[in-house]
């Protein structure tokens, strides 16, 4: 696990002599693995909202607004940009922001194949350079959610938002990652690393299926952090797989996601 800061840039050595900052190794990363997410992009953006890893439906998490209509809405960390493509189907003006540039080039084809107006740009979720103010609800499914601090993303989330506007995110939840072994081998029903102090995890050198590097909480602590910028938590869901699942999706073995929560949504709202 990597040591807390809260104010420079989170660095991580690599090789010997270099160190770079998890925007740049995280980019790398999603440019280079862009190809491998078009086929599900393509999927989720023909279909009606589902989400994470077992697609729970909508209709029975209900994550977005049923009408979306004028809201000015933005999705931190777009991928493929479905979840944009949702909002624009129910009404809303939407943003995509998004660090990869491949990624951002599926979502402009696909959001052209569906004739969706959505302005995407390229650039970081926890500094977007976008005006105070400018939306009514920010979102983010494995986005900013995973790869972006979470004291710099949601602080930059709360500028954004207009007095009495919303923020959803869903990412893993805290105890997939500290039941995760140290290699990068799937989740197992045992404690491998320390729940106390989760942050970052640099995951560039474990044997197993090297990626990037994410933040997460323990849950005391994500409590505190909205606290301290001044969200109020409007409601908690903590996702497993269904009854039917009976495969390792993302590193998380079905029969692990049955008995434990391997996602975690948050809603926040910002007072008027
Ligand atoms: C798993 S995708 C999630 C997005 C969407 N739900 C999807 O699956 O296509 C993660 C995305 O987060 C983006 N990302 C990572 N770090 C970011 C940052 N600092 N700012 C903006 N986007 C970032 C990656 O480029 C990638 O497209």
Same mark, same amino acid.
């Given at each position: 696990m990597l040591p807390r800061d809260t104010v420079a840039a989170f660095f991580v050595p690599v090789g010997a002599v270099m160190t770079k900052d998890h925007v740049s190794i995280n980019r790398e990363v999603w440019d280079k693995d862009a190809q491998n997410w078009v086929d599900l992009g393509k999927r989720l953006w023909s279909g009606p909202p589902q989400w994470g890893i077992w697609g729970a439906p909508e209709t029975s #998490? *209900? /994550? /977005?607004?049923?009408d979306m209509t004028g809201l000015d809405a933005v999705e931190l960390g777009c991928g493929t940009g479905y979840v944009s493509g949702w909002m624009a189907r129910r009404g809303a003006r939407v943003t995509g922001i998004d660090v990869s540039s491949e990624q951002l080039a599926t979502a402009r084809q696909l959001a052209d194949a569906y004739g969706a107006e959505i302005t995407f740009v390229q650039g970081d979720a926890e500094a977007t350079g976008f005006d105070a103010g400018r939306f009514d609800f920010a979102i983010s499914e494995y986005g900013a959610a995973i790869w972006c601090r979470p004291e710099v993303w949601l602080r930059e989330a709360w500028r954004l938002l207009r007095p009495g506007g919303s923020l959803v995110f869903l990412g893993n939840h805290p105890l997939s990652i500290i039941c995760t072994p140290l290699n990068g081998a799937p989740c197992e =029903? #045992?404690?491998? %690393? =320390?729940? %106390?102090?989760l942050w970052g995890v640099d995951? *560039? @050198?474990? @044997?197993?299926?090297p990626s990037g590097v994410t933040f997460n909480l323990s849950i005391a602590d994500w409590f505190a952090l909205f606290t301290e910028i001044g969200f109020t938590v409007t409601r908690y869901q903590e996702l497993y797989a269904p009854d039917e699942a009976a495969e390792t999706r993302c590193w998380v073995p079905s029969d692990w996601a049955k008995n434990y929560p391997m996602e975690q949504v948050w809603h926040l709202s910002k007072p008027v």
């Open positions: #998490v *209900t /994550l /977005l607004p049923e =029903p #045992v404690l491998h %690393r =320390p729940y %106390r102090g995951w *560039t @050198e474990v @044997e197993i299926d």
